[in-house]
């Protein structure tokens, strides 16, 4: 069995990158580690290829940005070009510029990404997303290529670099307000099930009821994308069931909008007749009318420590992974009220 870089890494307790560096001999190494490192190549017989002394030899000052779909359906979302300024912000500061992937599907996209890493166009990616199975995490871990989540990753937790927020316990304070408000028949609308942070908020909020001797009927769980129109699409399906609820979790505020407009054009009034909580706290939700409750996650603060993570991992090659938790806030404003 052909004995790879992994191999060397795991047997001498160092990153996959140290031993890149190792192999091209980058001064930012100790002695001591590349003295083990290359016994350890010895006693396994790994000979290094031209790929990894290419990738050990980075020094381009750019950055990469992945988008979690086509960078025109994203932008329509608020989150994004708030994340994109935090990260931009931390990546000027350090003389870095950006390079955003492009395409129109999955496909486009993941090729995008094996072109920029191929043609040695950056140093590094930030992932805005993360989802199970996901073809680009994949390929840039089996790589060896630094990048970070803005997500928790699926599986691989301990290898690779996320930043996040505490999204399970986001929606379970979310479900835990909207009980102690009297609601028991309680909705929840979120991004694709395939998403991290939609089932940790799921997760979140089922548990909180559950506590609560409350039932989530699979009726009261839907997924689409994160968009008004989705918001609106959902309004449709829920409020047309023998028992509609009396509270929505939305978990992004361009959904929580379009439910807002959807009751609003059914006669509802909110926070009435149904109250709603959305996460994000995008400045739409504040001037939304009525304003939005909302769980602030911090938007700029998860795109600025993520590019911060990512320099870190591209100039020094001791970085090790790390997780950084981003402190949320549920923001109490005018669309929740007491079921009577």
């Known amino acids: 069995m052909t004995v790879t870089i992994k191999d060397v890494a795991k047997k001498a307790n160092v990153a996959p990158s140290t031993v890149s560096r190792v192999i091209a001999d980058n001064p930012s190494i100790s002695e001591k580690t590349k003295r083990r490192v290359r016994k350890v190549m010895s006693e396994l017989g790994y000979h290094p290829n031209l790929n990894a002394r290419n990738l050990a030899n980075q020094t381009t000052k750019t950055l990469g940005l992945v988008m979690p779909s086509s960078a025109s359906k994203a932008f329509q979302n608020p989150f994004f070009p708030e994340v994109i300024r935090g990260i931009s912000s931390f990546a000027h500061m350090e003389g870095y510029a950006l390079y955003m992937s492009t395409g129109e599907t999955e496909e486009e996209i993941f090729n995008g990404v094996v072109k920029m890493v191929q043609g ?38 301990d290898e690779i670099t996320y930043v996040d927020n505490d999204n399970y316990t986001a929606a379970r304070e979310v479900a835990e307000y909207l009980i102690s408000l009297g609601h028991k028949q309680i909705a929840f ?132 992974a790390k997780c950084i938790i981003i402190p949320h806030k549920l923001l109490k404003r005018q669309t929740c009220d007491h079921y009577a």
Not at 141 to 155: A, T
Not at 212 to 220: N, R
């Open 120 to 157: 040695r166009q950056i140093g590094g990616i930030v992932l805005l997303y993360s989802r199970e199975n996901d073809r680009i995490i994949q390929y840039l871990h089996n790589q060896n290529f630094p990048f970070v989540l803005i997500g928790k990753p699926y599986d691989r937790k």
């Open 189 to 320: 609308i979120g991004g694709g099930s395939d998403l991290l942070v939609t089932r940790e908020r799921l997760a979140g909020m089922s548990d909180a009821l559950k506590l609560a001797d409350i039932v989530l009927p699979k009726e009261y769980i839907l997924h689409f994308d994160f968009s008004r129109e989705s918001g609106q699409q959902a309004v449709e399906e829920l409020m047309g069931l023998k028992q509609p609820p009396t509270a929505i979790m939305a978990t992004d505020d361009l959904i929580g909008l379009g439910v807002l407009s959807a009751l609003s054009k059914k006669g509802f009034v909110v926070p009435k007749d149904v109250s709603i909580v959305s996460f994000n706290n995008a400045l739409l939700s504040e001037i939304a009318s009525p304003p939005l409750s909302t769980v602030d996650v911090n938007i700029y603060q998860l795109g600025y420590e993520a590019a911060k993570a990512l320099v870190d991992k591209v100039e020094n090659a001791e970085s090790t």
